[in-house]
């Protein structure tokens, strides 16, 4: 069955860089767009960034310039590279895959910005 698996968080100071990870199984990878979603405290789900099976790349427009979203389809994993992390970027981080007709999600990881 379909598997995602983030990591990477944790607390960070403001200005600073993180790199989440997602391992991805239970299908063909590599065909398949991957996203990144963020839950801050007392939010909504929001969508932060996705990344086209063939690569191509977008962003919610508050994160524009400071996250990257990258995949290894040799590894089964999608990244998402966080600079200049600000307070506001607090949440929790949820990657998720649309296969079959329906919407996957991993458990979540963590991310604090906070001195």
């Known amino acids: 069955q379909v598997q995602l698996v983030e990591s990477g968080g944790g607390l960070v100071q403001p200005g600073g860089s993180l790199r989440l990870s997602c391992a991805a199984s239970?299908?063909?990878?590599?065909?398949?767009?991957m996203g990144w979603h963020r839950q801050g405290p007392g939010k909504e789900r929001e969508w932060v960034a996705g990344?086209?099976?063939?690569?191509?790349?977008n962003y919610a427009d508050s994160m524009k310039g400071r996250f990257t979203i990258s995949r290894d389809n040799a590894k089964n994993t999608v990244y998402l590279q966080m600079n200049s992390l600000k307070p506001e970027d607090t949440a929790v981080y949820y990657c998720?895959?649309?296969?079959?007709?329906?919407?996957?999600w991993g458990q979540g990881t963590q991310v604090t910005v906070s001195s």
């Open positions: 239970g299908f063909t990878f590599s065909r398949f767009g």
């Open positions: 990344i086209s099976s063939g690569g191509s790349t």
């Open positions: 998720s895959t649309y296969v079959t007709q329906r919407r996957y």
